[in-house]
């Protein structure tokens, strides 16, 4: 009888040993054709390692063992859905080039990125220290730049709901988030005025119902990006508002068109610089 490599592993890894992460060292499972998956704990962060039959070999770290779930299908096939949630399929002319992924978490997106395009320059933005982390390990092979800092429309104090097993940390309290921390805002335009950046690939943006706000913050950074990919779905409060309509007002003015879309769960959308030419 055959064994479904990824449903065996499913069931084996994925489910039972979560809760066990956090107390273990080093564990081994073999699945048929010599698949295996360790997890081992390393300066308080999880890395979970997944080796083939033919013997590639992919690494991921991450702080919450809540997220081992987010591998069932495995590290690569995470990743390139993440691609394609974020529209980077739809786009025919990337390039190398800077990338700013704002709303980095473990640094997924970036880390995508760099697989297609290895010389390319990446500058991320994500307020929590366990996410910052997880992911310095995940890209330290990339030209990577990383802002430990909350974005806004503007410089403020405010406070910042927790939710980061989840990965839904957010200005705008939702859910069950309990904790929270006061925290200093900055703006876009002003952490990158602090670069010596020219023309900007493609900006991705996740930020948990406050893109609109990043947005209004960066419109001399967003004039010289090529593309925006935005996540703009139900995640702004406790009423989950989307933030597509808000969003798509603001680069509608800054000289931004819509021209691509995922909505198979995450709701992402594309947007392209007018300024630009395209071939």
Not at 233 to 239: L, T, V, Y
């Amino acid at each position: 009888m055959n064994l479904d490599i990824r449903a065996f592993g499913r069931f084996i890894f994925w489910r039972f040993p979560v809760k066990l992460l956090p107390l273990l060292t080093q564990t081994r499972y073999k699945i048929k054709y010599k698949y295996i998956i360790r997890t081992r704990k390393i300066d308080g962060l999880i890395e979970l390692t997944e080796k083939n039959s033919s013997s590639t070999v992919n690494t991921i770290n991450f702080f919450h063992p809540q997220r081992v779930t987010r591998y069932s299908m495995g590290i690569q096939e995470r990743i390139d859905k993440l691609l394609r949630e974020y529209c980077v399929d739809q786009i025919t002319d990337l390039a190398d080039g800077v990338y700013l992924d704002i709303g980095s978490n473990i640094g997924e997106f970036s880390l995508g990125i760099s697989t297609r395009f290895p010389s390319a320059r990446f500058i991320r933005f994500e307020p929590s220290a366990n996410e910052c982390s997880a992911s310095k390990k995940n890209l330290q092979h990339c030209n990577d730049t990383l802002f430990q800092v909350l974005l806004w429309k503007e410089e403020s104090e405010l406070v910042f709901h927790l939710g980061n097993e989840t990965g839904d940390s957010s200005i705008f309290p939702a859910g069950n988030l309990k904790k929270s921390v006061r925290i200093q805002t900055s703006t876009l335009d002003k952490v990158m005025n602090q670069l010596s950046i020219g023309m900007i690939e493609l900006i991705k943006l996740e930020a948990e119902g406050a893109e609109p706000e990043i947005l209004l913050g960066g419109q001399e950074t967003l004039e010289k990006s090529r593309y925006v990919v935005a996540d703009l779905g139900p995640e702004r409060g406790a009423d989950l508002e989307e933030t597509f309509e808000s969003s798509n007002r603001i680069l509608e003015q800054y000289g931004f068109e819509l021209i691509g879309r995922y909505e198979l769960g995450r709701k992402c959308y594309l947007f392209r610089n007018k300024r630009f030419n395209y071939y």
